[in-house]
């Protein structure tokens, strides 16, 4: 069994930045592609970054340019970097990983994803 925990998300003033981390552990067979997702009070799920395990990256429209998604192999761990935040991204950050696919698709679809982090709340204040 494999678990994702997020952490580094709070409550920030607009035009702040906060960074979220998200660690896999468990039996790990290996972790492929990453990304994360968010959530908003009555708002459907939707992507924000995807990361390959050779590092290429997507990103959403809304976040481009403010949002940098990373990842360090050896630790299986995924990082968020948020800046110039908005109160529109007042959101529960998900990370989620794929053990075998290894593509952005993967990530935005969501089909070949095999894990889901429990969430981190991210709240931007105006």
Request: aromatic residues 8%.
């Amino acid at each position: 069994q494999v678990q994702l925990v997020e952490s580094g998300g709070g409550l920030v003033q607009a035009g702040g930045s906060l960074r979220l981390s998200c660690a896999a552990s468990g039996s790990i067979f290996s972790i492929n592609a990453m990304g994360w997702y968010r959530q908003a009070p009555g708002k459907q799920r939707e992507l924000v970054a995807a990361i390959t395990s050779g590092g290429s990256t997507n990103y959403a429209d809304s976040v481009k340019g403010r949002f940098t998604i990373s990842r360090d192999n050896a630790k299986n761990t995924v990082y968020l970097q948020m800046n110039s935040l908005k109160p529109e991204d007042t959101a529960v950050y998900y990370c989620n990983a794929a053990e075998f696919g290894d593509t952005i698709v993967v990530v935005t679809t969501t089909l070949g994803l095999d894990y889901w982090g429990q969430g981190t709340q991210v709240t931007v204040s105006s």
